[in-house]
Structure formats: C-alpha cells, structure tokens
C-alpha cells in the first residue's frame, strides 16, 4: 500500500510569491491533515480536511488555505509569501472517522522563502 | 501557547541503557497521548500510543508511563540502540480550546542520540 506522498520534496520562493503544495494520502484514507514544522516550534496544525470540507482550523492567518479534491487529494496554498514562512510543511492522512487515528505522515514540503 | 511540552531538546544515551524522554501537557481535556519518532528528510512515523484510562503501555523495547495528576508522559526505551537516534515528537489529542478536535497537538521534539 503506498504511503503519503508529498510533492514537491523542496521549494525556493521569494517574499510576496504565492505557493502551492500537494499531498496524495493513503487510499482509503479521507482525512488529510497539514502540519509546519519549524526549529524549536515543532509541529503545528495548519488545518484538517474531511469530504473536501475544511473539519478543523489551527491558529495560522488567512494566507494559509487548502482544499480537497473527491479523491481526497489535498492541496495546500500560502499567498504573500513572508521569510518567515520557511519551513518543512507535512502532511498527514487518516481514516476520519474515527477519534484518536494514528496520523500516517509525508515527507514533507521544505519551503525556503528568500 | 504551548499546550504540550517537551523541555528537552536534546538528549545523549550509550548504547544498551535506558534513554527517558519526558513530555509534559496544560490541557486536562486531552486524553489520548502518542510517540512520533522522525528521521532526517523523513515524515514522522507512529511509535506508541496511551489512553489516558491507562499509566502505561509497552510495546517491545518502547514503554509509555502516564500520569495524569501531574500532566506527566514519559517515554522509556530499553535498551537504546544507534537506530534509536532521532527526533521524538510526543502529541496529545482531545477536546481543546474552542473548537472540537480529535487532531493532534505535538510538542517541540527531542533529539536522542546513542552512541555506542
């Protein structure tokens, strides 16, 4: 069974660029969840999609969205790009339909913004 | 806010002893608590997980103890091996804040290193 697959595997953007990163999670699973992670800040949650429907939000400004497709592949997008968006973004997919799933991860986005 | 905390971000073990990793939480309502083990350009995978009904739960050389008075998880491997050596990321799911979530709240990450 194929894992997460996350694409592109790194990108370099500069301050203002907009960016768009895909994830293709297990087949089956329906719930894609996205996470940043940064030195010393760990993994946050970006947000969580369910059905093509946004289930839950973090604390992340409007800049960070996503969406989902019918075949539960995800895409996450961030406007106006600022250095500080520099990161390993990853994403995560699981079953939704259950409480307390094992998330099954990608190996990430690193984004560099210059 | 940090609701789950790991205050150490590093830590070094010999090979064959015990390496703790400690994660402490804020919320009460989180009940359910997990351990990510993640290697350089690699996604984070699933090492163990504890229902907060439990204090400890074992899996081969890998133990979480649970202690839900002092909003305490521990993580205990025995014995430490060189393939150990990695970022552990422990999380923690439940109700949280304003809105209902059965989504993960990870920590910041400690990295072990064995050495031999």
């Known amino acids: 069974k194929a894992g997460v697959t996350q694409t592109p595997r790194y990108l370099i953007k500069t301050r203002g660029q907009q960016v768009t990163l895909s994830c293709s999670p297990i087949?089956?699973?329906?719930?894609v969840s996205w996470y940043q992670q940064t030195p010393g800040q760990g993994l946050q949650f970006l947000f969580e999609?369910?059905?093509?429907?946004?289930?839950n939000k973090g604390n992340f400004p409007g800049r960070f969205s996503g969406r989902q497709f019918s075949n539960s592949r995800s895409e996450m997008n961030v406007s106006t790009l600022e250095l500080g968006d520099s990161a390993l973004y990853l994403c995560?997919?699981?079953?939704?339909?259950?409480?307390?799933?094992?998330?099954?991860f990608g190996s990430g986005t690193q984004l560099s913004v210059l | 806010d940090q609701q789950v905390k790991q205050n150490s971000p590093s830590l070094s073990v010999q090979e064959g002893r015990i390496s703790i990793l400690n994660c402490d939480y804020t919320?009460?309502?989180?009940?359910?608590f997990l351990w990510y083990k993640k290697y350089p350009a690699e996604g984070p995978t699933f090492l163990i997980s504890?229902?907060?009904?439990?204090d400890k739960n074992e899996d081969g050389r890998f133990t979480v103890f649970l202690n839900k008075s002092a909003k305490h998880l521990s993580l205990h491997i025995v014995p430490s091996q060189p393939g150990d050596s990695a970022v552990y990321f422990c999380?923690?799911?439940?109700?949280?804040?304003?809105?209902?979530?059965?989504?993960?709240?990870f920590g910041t990450g400690t990295r072990l290193q064995v050495f031999p």
């Open positions: 919320n009460s309502m989180f009940d359910y």
């Open positions: 999380a923690a799911s439940g109700f949280v804040g304003t809105y209902n979530t059965d989504k993960l709240i």
């Open positions: 999609y369910f059905s093509e429907t946004q289930r």
């Open positions: 995560a997919s699981s079953l939704g339909t259950q409480t307390n799933e094992k998330l099954f």
């Open positions: 087949s089956g699973h329906r719930s």
């Open positions: 504890i229902s907060s009904i439990k």
